[in-house]
């Protein structure tokens, strides 16, 4: 039996690393290159300290109050020289991964599919070579363009595990990757792919969800979602959708099969374009039900073009919003 650890970097860099039953963290890190910060690897010094965010494990109580307080505990601090995980877990480790002597992974990919949903997006399916790569729901890997020596940043849509990686492309016109993807793109081209990265991914689930997508940011839900589908959920999800025009709303049929598959989960969609006969006009922040905020007993995740991201901003700060978290990625439509 052995368990996966995200761990994840100062600089934005995550490395996964599996740990045996009965295997320290510190212990499982350094035996697959990984040199976590350590001192004394007692307990003693507290250098190994990181935070915990998912996961359960057992610290056992051989460790000084020195290197880690009660009160550090109960905050989910860690010391990785005596954490023994019981589960999966996540670990925010406070330094740059080349202080660890790991840097991002790169790999290999093969495209498998380029298809466009609309005139505002395209999804590209790539295999990736070796095993499954390791990612959070939410989190991107850097997609390098074919020929053109650059790269572009994606988040996933697809499960984390799954041999076929799938992103939503914003077809922008005169972009790189666009330009590829609509050029010259095939099946059987090689595409070098570094990750993942990134601090929006989908936390332990203790209270309701708001999930603010906007366009082609609607990716990183839809991998969120499919994690969720398979592991359960026992808070309300609630999903605001909003794009440019009618025929921007796309994957709607994954939202649908999430809203089968979810005990408590439902979706709005929202166009801006004035001449829609859509039911729900405007921008997400029209839409925002003062039910789904939960008096801010809410945990809110936003994606979009940076615009919107300011909008809902600014929309929480001048109705005085505190969600419990907030978790936002901007992207640049490149
Ligand atoms: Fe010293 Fe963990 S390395 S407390």
Redesign the pocket.
Known sequence: MSYSIALNFEDGVSRFIECNEGETV?DAAYRQKVNLP????????????GHCEQGDFDLGDE?LEE?LSEEERHEGQV????MVPSSDCVIQVPVASTMCKTEVGKRTATVSAVAPLSDDSIELAIDIEGDALGFLPGQYVHLEVPGAGAHRSYSFSSLPGDSRASFLIRNVPGGLMSGYLGDTAKPGDQIAVTGPMGSFYLRAIQRPILMLAGGTGLAPFLSMLKQLSEAGCDQPIHMIYGVTKDDHLVKCEELDAARDAIADFDYVTVVADEDSAHPRKGYVTHHMDDGKLHDGDVDVYLCGPPPMVDAVLKHFDSQGIKPASFHYEKFTPN
């Open positions: 510190l350590m001192d004394c690897s007692d307990g003693v010094c507290g250098t190994c300290k460790y290197a010391l990785t020289c005596q």
